[in-house]
């Protein structure tokens, strides 16, 4: 950013040499506090930006911390795509390890005909 050169104080106190033939005081004097309110209202926004600026980039840095955190905590196990049809396949593949040929002799159907009714 462009260092200031003039102050409000500095505009304010300027005089300028009188001439016979030179400006209307009147008008300089108008003019000049119109700058001093302008300037006042720059150097103010310009005091809230850099305030706005470090409260921001205290925010990344918070951010950015806080996400280093976090993909450090993540654990990096290889079956993290894994969806439910790939654990389903796995219980079954185990359960015919396990089980054996005591699944494929089992009938598991149900016969409603014995069913009593209430």
């Known amino acids: 950013m462009a260092e200031k050169n003039l102050t409000a104080k500095d505009i304010l106190q300027k005089e300028f040499t009188k001439t016979m033939r030179g400006y209307n005081t009147a ?5 000049l506090d119109n ?3 302008d300037y006042d209202s720059y150097q103010k926004d310009v005091v809230y930006l850099k305030n706005e600026n470090e409260r921001l980039i205290s925010k990344v840095d918070e951010l950015t911390k ?3 955190l976090a993909k450090k905590n993540v654990p990096t ?3 993290s795509g894994v969806t439910n049809f790939d654990i389903l ?4 593949n ?7 040929s005591k699944i494929n002799n089992t ?6 005909s014995e069913v009593t009714k209430y």
């Not at 008008?27 to 003019?31: G, L, M």
């Not at 396949?89 to 079954?92: E, G, I, Q, T, V």
């Not at 009938?107 to 409603?112: A, S, V």
Request: hydrophobic letters at 30%; zero cysteines.
């Open 89 to 92: 396949k796995r219980l079954s």
């Open 35 to 37: 700058i001093i309110r």
């Open 94 to 100: 185990l359960e015919k390890h396990v089980f054996g």
């Open 77 to 79: 196990t290889p079956g």
């Open 27 to 31: 008008e300089v004097d108008e003019y």
């Open 66 to 68: 806080q996400l280093a």
């Open 107 to 112: 009938d598991n159907t149900i016969d409603y």
